[in-house]
């Protein structure tokens, strides 16, 4: 594995992670819901070093290691529950392009405002 994105594939990691639970026997606790719990706790580990942030910069490095686990953690869900991430991110993708259409957000005016009111839109489309 070389260590840029342009060059690792997510298989590549899949497997180091495969690996590194394998040698510590940890399988047996990876349940869905534990690591589904992983991936917001890292999140959330991520989340603390912009928390209270006052126009100063929070270690990059230090950020860059809370993405990494947030990262390991997806990998590691994505491969016990058998998920194809380029796939399923593929489909996803799509459905974005149709949920948030450019010719809403390709303004001069504040994207957020127009993000609210399709996101109310789609939750009240849902429900029905």
């Known amino acids: 594995m070389s260590n840029s994105d ?3 594939t997510i298989q590549e990691l899949k497997e180091l992670v495969i690996k590194f639970s394998r040698d510590r026997h940890w399988q047996r606790h990876h349940t869905p819901k534990n690591l589904a719990m992983g991936i917001a706790i890292e999140a959330a580990e991520l989340m603390e070093h912009f928390q209270w ?4 910069k929070p270690d990059k ?4 290691d809370e993405l990494a686990d947030v990262m390991f953690n997806i990998l590691n869900f994505a491969q016990s529950q058998n998920i194809d991430i380029t796939s399923s991110f593929a489909s996803k993708y799509k459905k974005l392009l149709i949920k948030y259409p450019i010719e809403k957000f390709n303004k001069n005016s504040d994207d957020l405002d127009e993000y609210w009111k399709v996101k ?3 939750r009240n489309q849902s429900k029905s």
């Open 6 to 8: 342009a060059d690792t």
């Open 53 to 56: 942030e006052r126009g100063g």
């Open 61 to 64: 490095s230090a950020v860059a």
């Open 120 to 122: 109310k839109a789609y």
